[in-house]
């Protein structure tokens, strides 16, 4: 079974101006992320607007991004919903179209109990013999998987393997989970804690840094990490300072490395958002267009 650590990459999905998925530039993306120090690539995740992607697209950006990068970096299919078929179904599909794990989010909107939640984990395992990493974000789905559920179902799902956390607030060892930091600004401290590393935003445009700082935490050099990392704090809030993936989209056209285009009902940042992201580029010398 797969091992998840260090830099996972929850990638942009790129448009053209038509809101038509762009797979060169998914391509030159992806292959920036992997130099940039991304041992793993999530598709079709929340940054990846998965909510506005059709089956068919994904399956498509799956299958550029592989030809593109090979066995370079895992990639880490979306196929969650809120809709048990379909989530069986959208995983069966990302598993026979090579993808090397599957991220299945807790089901939103529907806010079932916590027998609903497992029921629905449990029939997207049985779907594959990949990897399956549990998303737990409730601040997008409404409902928690507690600390304790997750333990549950790791012991009876034997792919269940990782548990990305969104819930800062409950991030902590679990018996029987690798647990991935879930937001930019806890990374530290989840590897802190023995996490093994996290599915991060701001790696599209500091790669290099955060892949340094899980370095200096698997050497144990841990003030040069925290250094590190209140240095990275400034882009790390400018990539929250409106809804996801809005900011970090910003930031890469800014940086020229692709359009900022996105689907309804995102909608593009506003002049202050905007100014406030080219700022914290600046600020850390990156190469901002004029």
Not at 105 to 108: K, L, S, W
Not at 244 to 248: D, L, T
Not at 282 to 288: A, S
């Given at each position: 079974m797969a091992t998840f650590k260090g830099v996972i990459t929850a990638m942009v999905t790129p448009f053209d101006e038509d809101g038509e998925v762009d797979l060169p530039a998914c391509r030159r993306?992806?292959?920036l992320l992997v130099e940039t120090g991304s041992d793993g690539i999530v598709l079709a995740g929340s940054t990846g607007e998965s909510a506005t992607l059709d089956d068919a697209e994904k399956l498509a950006l799956l299958r550029a991004v592989r030809e593109e990068l090979g066995d370079e970096a895992q990639l880490i299919v979306g196929t969650g919903s809120n809709d048990t078929r379909h989530s069986v179904a959208a995983t069966r599909a990302a598993t026979e179209a090579g993808?090397?794990?599957v991220l299945i989010?807790?089901?939103?909107y529907n806010k079932p109990n916590p027998a609903g939640i497992r029921a629905h984990f449990e029939a997207c395992c049985v779907a594959t013999e990949l990897p399956v990493i549990a998303?737990?974000?409730p601040s997008r789905c409404v409902v928690n998987i507690e600390p304790s559920q997750l333990e549950e179902m790791a012991a009876s799902?034997?792919?269940l393997v990782a548990v990305k956390q969104a819930n800062d607030d409950q991030l902590g060892p679990l018996d029987g989970l690798e647990v991935l930091a879930g937001n930019d600004t806890v990374f530290l401290q989840c590897l802190r804690i023995g996490g093994t590393g996290g599915v991060l935003v701001a790696s599209h445009v500091v790669g290099p840094q955060m892949r340094e700082l899980a370095d200096m935490i698997e050497r144990g050099e841990y003030?040069?990490?925290e250094r590190l990392d209140a240095e990275l704090a400034p882009i790390y809030q400018a990539m929250s300072v409106t809804t996801?993936?809005?900011?970090?989209k910003t930031a890469l056209e800014l940086l020229g490395i692709c359009s900022a285009t996105m689907r309804l009902p995102m909608v593009p940042a506003t002049d202050p958002e905007r100014d406030a992201i080219r700022a914290a580029?600046?600020?850390?010398?990156?190469?901002?267009?004029?």
């Open positions: 993306v992806a292959r993808a090397d794990a989010v807790t089901p939103y998303y737990n974000i799902l034997p792919n003030a040069r990490a996801n993936p809005i900011p970090v580029l600046e600020r850390r010398g990156l190469p901002v267009r004029a």
